[in-house]
């Protein structure tokens, strides 16, 4: 039972999204076609976004290549949540030229629920993810807030990272 309401569930995934490609226009839709939870990171002494040089975010569990970033420089990224499950696990690797060699990585984890949701016949189909619950490593991350727990398909940033920093030394 269970194998077939999973797919029943990818079947009206692959519906919703065929629908939205070929019927969502940019004019009549609000926010993403699909719900990213969009991750920004910041300073954890001066609260102010960054921009954090050279990591590889990655998910766990994703079957084949599950890279979201491979080495690059950027100041938020978009997460992609798995919908068959309850829980998705990113790593945070570090590969600075200064941090690489003591491989040192983070882990951020969200427990969820998630529903399908009909938003238009326009805009089509997404999923909506109630966060349950989040988990984070503290290696370079001091700490990880969640600004609301629904995550939809508005185009905001949902989740806050911030990462302890060095600030420059007063002279």
Same mark, same amino acid.
């Given at each position: 039972m269970k194998k077939h309401l999973n797919h029943i569930?990818?079947? *009206? *995934?692959?519906?919703?999204?065929? $629908?939205? $490609?070929? #019927? @969502? /226009?940019?004019d009549t @839709?609000? /926010?993403?076609? #699909? #719900?990213? =939870?969009?991750?920004g990171f910041y300073s954890s002494q001066t609260k102010a976004a960054i921009t954090v040089d050279s990591i590889t975010i990655y998910g766990v569990g994703v079957p084949n290549d599950s890279a979201i970033v491979r080495n690059s420089k950027i100041q938020n990224?978009? *997460? =992609?949540?798995n919908v068959d499950a309850q829980e998705s696990k990113f790593v945070i690797r570090y590969e600075q030229k200064d941090l690489a060699k003591y491989n040192i990585t983070d882990t951020i984890a969200f427990t969820y629920t998630c529903e399908p949701y009909f938003h238009s016949k326009e805009c089509g189909a997404f999923y909506v993810f109630n966060v349950t619950g989040q988990y984070v490593s503290h290696n370079l991350i001091d700490s990880m807030q969640l600004a609301k727990p629904v995550i939809d398909n508005a185009d905001i940033e949902n989740i806050r990272l911030f990462f302890r920093t060095e600030e420059e030394s007063e002279q």
């Open positions: 569930r990818v079947a *009206l *995934l692959a519906v919703a999204s065929a $629908i939205a $490609i070929y #019927s @969502c /226009g940019d @839709c609000e /926010g993403n076609q #699909s #719900s990213l =939870p969009q991750v990224v978009y *997460l =992609p949540f």
